[in-house]
């Protein structure tokens, strides 16, 4: 078997896959599966556009759990942040405290949310994938996505209200 390890993370431009790996506390994990959020802050967000947001949950499940398209991903206000907290899922002083001094934080709209059906926790994903979680994003090469996609098996889940 001694094959080489595909690296999780896009070493150049042209293995980019299009995809982004971002880290969420436990607590966010049912939010995220619902499809309850659409809106998702954090202080540091990539230059570039991509595709595709995937979702890892960390401690106690620890395993990326599914994948959002990326409908925009942009610096916003704290304002515009505030006037968003449903859709992001949090309370005025929670984005207040999380955005701290500074005036804006970055913003990813993300359309319907796709559940791996087969969610892979990190020791799995390392049997085929360097990979360890990021504290704030990943750029996801080109190989590992296409790892991931197989191993996951993403499927859509219907939005809220649509009969399945």
């Not at 398209?69 to 899922?89: M, Q, Y």
Request: proline letters at 4%; aromatic letters at 6%.
């Amino acid at each position: 078997m001694g094959g080489t390890i595909t690296d999780a993370k896009a070493s150049s431009a042209e293995d980019r896959s299009g995809a982004i790996i971002v880290s969420f506390d436990s607590r966010w994990h049912d939010a995220l599966n619902s499809g309850r959020i659409s809106c998702i802050i954090r202080k540091r967000i990539p230059k570039d556009a991509y595709e595709w947001l995937y979702v890892h949950v960390n401690s106690p499940i620890g395993a990326i759990c599914g994948r959002a398209k990326i409908n925009s991903a942009c610096g916003i206000t704290l304002i515009e942040a505030v006037n968003l907290a449903d859709e992001i899922g949090l309370s005025e002083k929670e984005i207040s405290s999380y955005v701290g001094n500074g005036n804006s934080i970055g913003c990813y709209r993300i359309g319907s949310f796709e559940l791996a059906m087969n969610p892979k926790k990190t020791g799995e994903i390392n049997k085929l994938v360097n990979y360890n979680p990021p504290q704030s994003f990943l750029i996801l090469s080109k190989p590992a996505k296409q790892i991931i996609d197989e191993m996951s098996e993403f499927c859509r889940i219907p939005a809220e209200g649509a009969e399945s």
